[in-house]
């Protein structure tokens, strides 16, 4: 209690401010029976003077006592459960003085006044289950000031249940205030949230599991559209061994229910990732030809056929990996060219892969998870590299097999044009000579040769090696 107050005035004011109301008692307690014989003034000097002995004896049990114990405990708010304590000291103080004053025993009070307790308690049940209620929260904290919390019950006296979800602003002996991603703030009586269902996500700390759906037509190649869409959602932050997926949950609306996996760090990542992940779902399962189903049944679909790539452009790549010009024309009839949204996954790490990727237009970026604490909690992407027009990614996936060594993502709306193994297959059998030029690729980039290679085998002889046995190559010469 009186928070502000201790906040405002310094410490030894407060300490000399005490100092003299007490010697002020004091004084009063011995003058008055001076001042006059009178029994009422010797009761009111007994009172003042138990009084202070009471206030002080309490002052130093807090002091040596309830203070450090309290600080050992994790609370939202310590201060409620101290306050909740010293009333408790306070009301037995007061029944002592009585006793010892007064002559009058607490029992006896408090049966003489039974018919107006009873009174009074039936007018104060609103505010007496706020209050017990929030003792039950304080002593058995679930939450803190500043968690994040998801409240499921009947919050505004309506027959259904609804669901909140804010950030712990203030715990009070009454009320719980909730802050809303809206910027609102919620006041909730302690005794609703004591009978209503809360998750904390905060607690317990680490990542959580979060999904989002969507309803697309049921078609043939389904299984195709949730590949590219799992790729994509490579674009939300996440560690290498909690990768995001998409499966099909159930049948609604006429249509396939998909559900989009992925793991968060704390509920602000969740949320930004549920926004992200519906962006991607609605933008890449579009743009591979899949309508998405609502109650009035299909929404038109609009599609922009993607542009074939010229020669010329052929050609350009084909001078870029130093391979002979007349390779342009077979390899154009293999080249795709791929339009990418911002945060759009291209490659994820460990994933296996046959195909070399160009930057046509936009930029990407190499990026790895981290967790960080600002400006909330949760996984970021830490830029690698940064990828333009006219670099290239993915060699060693082509050239070997390996599987994906890092993960790309979009980081501005970008053109890639992916290349595919199939494409240097024929032309490598027919003059295996250029095998030599494709090591050279991936001599340039600087990959590592893997602990397995052979110890006495160069970096150059080990890839040569590799790319020979990948396109079955390895019994010419």
């Given at each position: 209690m009186f928070r502000d107050l201790r906040e405002k005035v310094s410490t030894p004011r407060r300490v000399v401010a005490w100092a003299a109301l007490g010697l002020l008692l004091a004084a009063t307690a011995f003058l008055l029976p001076r001042l006059s014989p009178h029994p009422l003034l010797r009761l009111t000097r007994d009172a003042l003077l138990w009084s202070l002995v009471c206030y002080g004896a309490i002052r130093l049990i807090a002091f040596l006592l309830l203070d450090p114990l309290l600080s050992q405990r994790k609370t939202a708010t310590p201060g409620f459960a101290r306050d909740l304590l010293m009333v408790a000291l306070y009301l037995l103080a007061a029944g002592g003085i009585l006793r010892e004053v007064l002559q009058v025993g607490l029992g006896q009070l408090l049966g003489t006044g039974a018919i107006a307790a009873a009174v009074v308690g039936l007018s104060l049940q609103e505010v007496l289950g706020n209050l017990f209620a929030g003792i039950s929260l304080h002593l058995d904290p679930a939450f803190q000031e500043g968690d994040w919390v998801e409240i499921t019950g009947t919050l505004r006296g309506g027959p259904g249940r609804e669901t909140l979800i804010g950030q712990v602003e203030a715990m009070t002996w009454r009320t719980v205030q909730l802050r809303t991603e809206n910027g609102d703030m919620d006041i909730l009586p302690n005794r609703l949230i004591a009978q209503a269902v809360v998750t904390n996500l905060y607690v317990p700390s680490g990542l959580h599991r979060r999904t989002t759906r969507v309803v697309v037509e049921p078609r043939p190649d389904l299984h195709q559209g949730m590949e590219k869409l799992s790729l994509a959602l490579a674009g939300l932050p996440h560690l290498p061994q909690h990768a995001p997926e998409v499966v099909v949950h159930s049948s609604d609306l006429g249509g396939a229910v998909l559900e989009l996996r992925f793991w968060a760090l704390g509920f602000r990542h969740g949320r930004?990732?549920?926004?992200?992940?519906?962006?991607?779902?609605?933008?890449?399962?579009?743009?591979?030809?899949?309508?998405?189903?609502?109650?009035?049944?299909?929404?038109?679909?609009?599609?922009?056929?993607?542009?074939?790539?010229?020669?010329?452009?052929?050609?350009?790549?084909?001078?870029?990996?130093?391979?002979?010009?007349?390779?342009?024309?077979?390899?154009?009839?293999?080249?795709?060219?791929?339009?990418?949204?911002?945060?759009?996954?291209?490659?994820?790490?460990?994933?296996?892969?046959?195909?070399?990727?160009?930057?046509?237009?936009?930029?990407?970026?190499?990026?790895?998870?981290?967790?960080?604490?600002?400006?909330?909690?949760?996984?970021?992407?830490?830029?690698?590299?940064?990828?333009?027009?006219?670099?290239?990614?993915?060699?060693?996936?082509?050239?070997?097999?390996?599987?994906?060594?890092?993960?790309?993502?979009?980081?501005?709306?970008?053109?890639?044009?992916?290349?595919?193994?199939?494409?240097?297959?024929?032309?490598?059998?027919?003059?295996?000579?250029?095998?030599?030029?494709?090591?050279?690729?991936?001599?340039?980039?600087?990959?590592?040769?893997?602990?397995?290679?052979?110890?006495?085998?160069?970096?150059?002889?080990?890839?040569?090696?590799?790319?020979?046995?990948?396109?079955?190559?390895?019994?010419?010469?």
């Amino acid at each position: 209690m009186f928070r502000d107050l201790r906040e405002k005035v310094s410490t030894p004011r407060r300490v000399v401010a005490w100092a003299a109301l007490g010697l002020l008692l004091a004084a009063t307690a011995f003058l008055l029976p001076r001042l006059s014989p009178h029994p009422l003034l010797r009761l009111t000097r007994d009172a003042l003077l138990w009084s202070l002995v009471c206030y002080g004896a309490i002052r130093l049990i807090a002091f040596l006592l309830l203070d450090p114990l309290l600080s050992q405990r994790k609370t939202a708010t310590p201060g409620f459960a101290r306050d909740l304590l010293m009333v408790a000291l306070y009301l037995l103080a007061a029944g002592g003085i009585l006793r010892e004053v007064l002559q009058v025993g607490l029992g006896q009070l408090l049966g003489t006044g039974a018919i107006a307790a009873a009174v009074v308690g039936l007018s104060l049940q609103e505010v007496l289950g706020n209050l017990f209620a929030g003792i039950s929260l304080h002593l058995d904290p679930a939450f803190q000031e500043g968690d994040w919390v998801e409240i499921t019950g009947t919050l505004r006296g309506g027959p259904g249940r609804e669901t909140l979800i804010g950030q712990v602003e203030a715990m009070t002996w009454r009320t719980v205030q909730l802050r809303t991603e809206n910027g609102d703030m919620d006041i909730l009586p302690n005794r609703l949230i004591a009978q209503a269902v809360v998750t904390n996500l905060y607690v317990p700390s680490g990542l959580h599991r979060r999904t989002t759906r969507v309803v697309v037509e049921p078609r043939p190649d389904l299984h195709q559209g949730m590949e590219k869409l799992s790729l994509a959602l490579a674009g939300l932050p996440h560690l290498p061994q909690h990768a995001p997926e998409v499966v099909v949950h159930s049948s609604d609306l006429g249509g396939a229910v998909l559900e989009l996996r992925f793991w968060a760090l704390g509920f602000r990542h969740g949320r930004q990732g549920v926004f992200q992940a519906t962006r991607l779902a609605a933008t890449v399962l579009t743009r591979e030809g899949f309508r998405l189903m609502g109650p009035h049944g299909p929404t038109p679909l609009v599609v922009s056929p993607e542009p074939a790539p010229s020669a010329s452009l052929m050609e350009e790549l084909v001078r870029q990996f130093g391979l002979p010009d007349h390779w342009a024309g077979e390899l154009r009839s293999h080249l795709r060219r791929r339009t990418l949204a911002p945060g759009e996954g291209v490659i994820r790490e460990g994933d296996p892969g046959d195909s070399l990727f160009a930057v046509h237009r936009g930029t990407l970026q190499v990026v790895r998870a981290e967790e960080r604490l600002e400006p909330y909690t949760g996984l970021f992407w830490k830029p690698l590299a940064e990828l333009g027009p006219g670099q290239w990614f993915g060699e060693a996936s082509l050239l070997t097999g390996a599987p994906r060594s890092a993960t790309v993502v979009a980081l501005t709306e970008a053109e890639v044009l992916e290349l595919p193994k199939a494409a240097f297959e024929a032309a490598l059998r027919r003059e295996p000579e250029w095998l030599e030029r494709l090591v050279d690729l991936m001599e340039q980039r600087g990959h590592e040769v893997p602990e397995t290679a052979a110890p006495r085998e160069s970096r150059r002889a080990h890839w040569t090696r590799q790319v020979r046995v990948w396109f079955g190559l390895a019994g010419t010469n």
